[in-house]
C-alpha cells in the first residue's frame, strides 16, 4: 500500500504522510511501513522551475533572479525550495509549486473522500477513527497549502503581529518579496540557523537554548491567546534558532490554525487547566468545547486525564511515549463521548512539539506551566483583544485554592 501511494503521487504521499504521524489511529504496521513518505520527494526538473516562473512572472529565470541554484535545498509533496539571489544582492528562498499539482489533488480527493465513505459502512474500526473526518481535514490543509499567497499573507501577519507587541526584535517570520511571489511561486528572505532540537550545535555556537525556547514559546502563545492565529506546523525544521541575528525564527506557514471569538475563552481554560493542573477544569473545557449533552462522568474523566496528562507536568520524566500520548487522548475523549475540534488537538501537538524541544534543549523549563508564557493575560493589552482578565485571574486562583485544599486534606495534622 506504502509504494501504491508512493506510485499514485503528491496527493497519496501527503495522505502517507499522516498516517505515519498518527500512531494510535492506525495499526502499528502499517504507521512504521508509512514513515518512509517522510523521506524526501524526488524533486522535479529544473526545466519545469523554468517554466513555472516564466509562467508565473512572465520572465525568465535569469530576468528574476541574479542567481538560482538548480539543485533544491529541499524537495517534499507539494513543492520544493531553491536558494537564489535577487538582483540587489538579496539572499532568498523560492518555494516553487509542483507542476499540475493543484488539478492532480481535486481529482485525488474525490477518491479519497469516496474511498472513505465505503470504508466507514465496511469496517467499524474506520467508523471509530472517524475517517471522513479526517480526509476532510486533510483536503483542508491541503488546499490551504496549494496557495502560496495565503502563505505569504500568513507570514506578514505573524510579523506585524510580533510588531505590535515589540517583540519583532526576537521574534521573526521570512519577509515576503511580493513582487516574486504568486499561488505557485514564494519568494521570501532566507534564515540560516539551527533546528530548535539541534541541541549539539547550539551549545557549539554557545546558544542559550532555554531562553530562545521560551522567548519562542511566549510568542506562539501570544498569537493565538490574542490573535488566535497561531503557526500549526511547529517542528524542528520550521522553528529555528538565529545566532547570527540573536533571534528565533518560525518558517512554513503553510498550515495555520485560526478559530472564532467565542472559543477563544475555551483555549485559554485549556491551556491555564494545563498551567495549574486542573484536572477536574480539563475535562469541564472538553465536555463545553463539544456541547455534549448527554450526562459525562466529569470525575472520571478528570480522573482519567490526569493518568494521561501528568507525565507532561513532570519536569524529570525522560521515557515519556510522545508518539501515543495523542492518539490516547484522542481515544480517551472518544470514550467520553466527545470529538475535539481540529484546531484543539492542532494546538496539543504544537504544545507536544514545544515541550519535546524543552525536555532536550532546556531541561529545566516545563512548556505546561511557566506562568512567564502567558504573562500577557495579565496586561492591559489583554483588555485590548477582548480578554477578561479579571476572570483570568480568578481562575487561576481558584485553581491554585483546589491545589491547596486538596494538599491541606492529604496532610496529617
Not at 127 to 155: H, K, P, Q, S, Y
Not at 251 to 260: E, T
Not at 309 to 336: E, F, H, V
Request: charged share 25%.
Amino acid at each position: 500500500m506504502r509504494r501504491a501511494f508512493e506510485d499514485l503521487g503528491p496527493t497519496y504521499i501527503k495522505l502517507g504522510q499522516i498516517v505515519a504521524s498518527s500512531p494510535g489511529l492506525f495499526p502499528k504496521k502499517y504507521t512504521t511501513e508509512f514513515q518512509k513518505c517522510l523521506d524526501a520527494v524526488p524533486a522535479f526538473p529544473f526545466s519545469q522551475v523554468e517554466g513555472i516562473v516564466l509562467t508565473e512572472t512572465g520572465k525568465p529565470v535569469s530576468e528574476v533572479f541574479k542567481h538560482f541554484e538548480e539543485t533544491p535545498i529541499a524537495a517534499a509533496s507539494i513543492a520544493q525550495v531553491h536558494a537564489a539571489q535577487l538582483h540587489d544582492g538579496t539572499n532568498v528562498v523560492v518555494k516553487v509549486q509542483r507542476p499540475t499539482i493543484r488539478t492532480r489533488v481535486e481529482a485525488d480527493m474525490w477518491f479519497i473522500r469516496k474511498g472513505a465513505w465505503v470504508a466507514e459502512r465496511l469496517f467499524r474500526v474506520a467508523r471509530l477513527a472517524n475517517v471522513t473526518g479526517i480526509v476532510d481535514d486533510f483536503a483542508t490543509t491541503i488546499r490551504e497549502e496549494l496557495n502560496f499567497r495565503t502563505e505569504g499573507r500568513n507570514m506578514d501577519e505573524f510579523n506585524e503581529i510580533m510588531r505590535t507587541h515589540h517583540c519583532d526584535n526576537e521574534v521573526v517570520a521570512p519577509i515576503v518579496h511580493w513582487e516574486y511571489t504568486t499561488h505557485r511561486l514564494l519568494c521570501m528572505e532566507r534564515f540560516y540557523g539551527i533546528k530548535a532540537d539541534d541541541v549539539e550545535e547550539a551549545r557549539r555556537q554557545n546558544v542559550d537554548t532555554e531562553r530562545w525556547l521560551r522567548v519562542g514559546m511566549r510568542a506562539w502563545n501570544l498569537t493565538m491567546m490574542l490573535h488566535r492565529f497561531f503557526h500549526g506546523d511547529v517542528h524542528a525544521g520550521n522553528l529555528m534558532l538565529l545566532p547570527e541575528r540573536n533571534q528565533i525564527g518560525f518558517i512554513d506557514f503553510g498550515i495555520v490554525g485560526r478559530f472564532s471569538p467565542d472559543q477563544r475563552m475555551n483555549v485559554l481554560r485549556y491551556v491555564l487547566a494545563f498551567t495549574t493542573q486542573d484536572y477536574r477544569e480539563l475535562a469541564n473545557v472538553m465536555v463545553d468545547i463539544e456541547s455534549v449533552e448527554s450526562d459525562v462522568d466529569i470525575d472520571a474523566m478528570a480522573a482519567d486525564m490526569e493518568i494521561l496528562y501528568g507525565p507532561l507536568l513532570q519536569k524529570t520524566i525522560s521515557n515519556l511515549d510522545y508518539a501515543n500520548l495523542l492518539p490516547d487522548l484522542i481515544r480517551n475523549a472518544n470514550k467520553y463521548g466527545i470529538r475535539l475540534p481540529r484546531e484543539f488537538i492542532l494546538i496539543l501537538k504544537q504544545l507536544l512539539y514545544f515541550d519535546r524541544y524543552a525536555k532536550l534543549a532546556a531541561p529545566n523549563l516545563n512548556v505546561f506551566n511557566d506562568l512567564y508564557l502567558v504573562d500577557f493575560l495579565f496586561t492591559p493589552a489583554a483588555a485590548e483583544y477582548g480578554i477578561d482578565t479579571n476572570k483570568i485571574a480568578r481562575m487561576l486562583m481558584s485553581a491554585q485554592q483546589m491545589k491547596m485544599a486538596a494538599s491541606n486534606a492529604a496532610t496529617p495534622d
